[in-house]
């Protein structure tokens, strides 16, 4: 057997010369059940639309919005809209029947996540 070596204390570090490790997690505003559970929500919601058939259409809607920090979807923009306004009013009112989110967080904090979703009929 060999000799038990005795263990160097450890350099002293220069704080110039040293760096901080520092984890800032980022988490995007989460729909109740996750992404799957909101596309089927909409996938339901588009298919059911009393509108769109009592109006006899189909097509999509793209739709912008925003989930406050409180986890509220909230300024719904249509970036294209559907083949008549009442399509796109409907995508809208649609969004607006969305339960609360889980907010987005950054270091801790809710922030404002933005949204980009299409609506289908």
Known sequence: MGKAQ?????????????????????????????????????????????VAHSQHYSGSVNVYFDVDPQGQPTNFKVLQPGLTAAMSNEAIRILKTMPKFTPASYAGKNKVSHWNTFIKF
């Open 6 to 50: 005795a263990i160097k204390p450890a350099a002293k570090v220069n704080p110039k010369n040293s760096f901080t490790s520092v984890v800032v997690m980022h988490t995007r505003a989460q729909f109740p059940g996750g992404s799957f559970a909101m596309r089927q929500f909409l996938s339901d919601a588009g298919r059911n639309s009393v």
